[in-house]
């Protein structure tokens, strides 16, 4: 039945090779009639509503999730739209990346995206992946605990070597 009908009471009147369902004296479908089991008949009209309803649920989630992403997602949408022939992948394809990477990191690799008008998914997951396979220099050994301090013991420096090479110049004569 269409989408539109459903929770009602409607009537089903059975004849040998075809139902008629009606709400009230309105005939709504005309199916033909299967003995078969497990058999389903649809009208390809039918369910086109229920699923436009759907389609633009999910765009409106989706886009509410890449609004929430950052304070600039908004001017970002504005350009992406007058841009690219299909926001809405885009606009999916990011926040799936947000999902990977992260709110933080993606939000941060947005205004990027923004400063050099690249305003698509793939740049931006070109700059999460970039980010992501850079590694921070190690950090000098910090010794916090003052009793490890007085455990050091350094060797005494063997200056010999630079004694036998370097002799000073009245030695040399």
Known sequence: MPAEYAGQLLTLKVYPKRLCVYDHETLIARHPRCWDRHQDFELPDHPKALLEQRRGARTQKLLGRFLALSTQAEADYKALAERRLNPEHHVQKIVALS????????????????????????????????????????????????????????PEADLSLYQATHKRPQEQS
């Not at 939000?107 to 980010?131: K, W």
């Open 99 to 154: 999902e990977i990477y992260g709110v933080e990191a993606t939000a941060r690799a947005m205004p990027d995206a923004f400063t050099y008008q690249a305003f698509s998914g793939e740049y931006i997951a070109n700059v999460l992946e970039s980010r992501a396979r850079l590694q921070p220099e190690p950090a000098a050994l910090q010794l916090t605990r003052r009793q490890d301090l007085l455990k050091l013991q350094m």
